[in-house]
């Protein structure tokens, strides 16, 4: 089965950068519509980027638009999630999944994540 491994988060100052990796074992970002997805503490998930499996369109929440940039590498099975001009709002764990599929299948794939706390 997929799996999916995210990395790259850590502590950043407000304004600060990251930019997050998501690794998958198969070829799945030209299959499937992936994206990423945060929650916050206290909060529930939400869905903030993903990127379209057939012609690699991109679409942002309103929350992160002109800030955060997805992209893919097809070929090492890997998505990322530029993020640039951070703010403590957008602390989370992040995580990435398939997008606009079932909740049932969607949540077979589910990992740790990895944390992003933005503050000073």
């Known amino acids: 089965q997929v799996q999916l491994v995210e990395s790259g988060g850590g502590l950043v100052q407000p304004g600060g950068s990251l930019r997050l990796s998501c690794a998958a074992s198969?070829?799945?970002?030209?299959?499937?519509?992936m994206g990423w997805y945060r929650q916050a503490p206290g909060k529930q998930r939400e869905l903030v980027s993903w990127?379209?499996?057939?012609?690699?369109?991109?679409n942002y929440a309103d929350s992160v638009k002109g800030r955060f940039t997805i992209s893919r590498d097809n070929a090492k099975n890997t998505m990322y999630l530029q993020m640039n001009s951070l703010k403590p709002e957008d602390t989370a764990v992040y995580y990435c999944?398939?997008?606009?599929?079932?909740?049932?299948?969607?949540?077979?794939?589910w990992g740790q994540g990895t944390q992003v706390p933005v503050s000073s």
């Open positions: 999944n398939l997008v606009g599929g079932s909740s049932t299948y969607t949540a077979r794939y």
């Open positions: 198969g070829s799945v970002f030209s299959i499937k519509t």
């Open positions: 990127i379209i499996s057939s012609d690699g369109s991109t």
